[in-house]
């Protein structure tokens, strides 16, 4: 009886340990932080393209249909027809045709968000710069991929 109690005190630490690691491993299939990486540097290159083609459903598939975009000094956006509403002002109002992202930082847990912080460049059809700037986009993962849910921009000028 004395080996029994002594095999089943140290039995249990064991399969609490492999439960753990089994649990661990699952949490790291499941969320790979470099997927999600390239996964929104795929997402911020096509932003772009949109502006490049004048095609502003490329630029509304980024953003989740429950979206906020927040500019500094403008009313923040929200909903379904966000996206469409900042293309057109960014697109006609401002002329933008070209941009870049210089993504600094992606973290989070990745279960359902990831946060991205970093820097932007907007230019016009003659590549001449109309803006630079600095951004945070809380990123939510959807059945389509990763898409941004609130996208908080800010010009350094």
């Keep these: 009886m004395n080996k029994f109690i002594i095999w089943a005190v140290l ?3 064991v399969t609490m340990i492999s439960l753990f690691q089994c649990g661990a491993q699952q949490l790291n299939a499941k969320f790979n932080l470099q997927q999600v990486k390239e996964a929104i540097e795929k997402s911020n290159d096509e932003y772009f393209k949109a502006f490049t083609k004048g095609d502003s459903s490329i630029f509304i598939d980024r953003y989740t249909d429950d979206c906020w975009i927040m500019s500094s000094n403008q009313p923040t956006l929200c909903g379904p027809q966000a996206a469409l509403d900042f293309f057109r002002v960014a697109y006609y109002q401002l002329g933008v045709r070209k941009g870049k992202f210089i993504s600094i930082d992606i973290f989070g847990d990745g279960q ?13 059809a003659k ?4 803006e630079d700037g600095k ?23």
């Design 11 to 13: 039995q249990v630490p």
């Design 135 to 157: 951004y945070i986009v809380l990123w939510k993962k959807t059945a389509n991929n990763w898409k941004r849910f609130r996208d908080s921009l800010s010009p350094t000028q």
């Design 127 to 130: 590549n001449i710069e109309l």
């Design 112 to 124: 359902d968000f990831v946060t991205e912080v970093g820097f932007y460049h907007l230019f016009d």
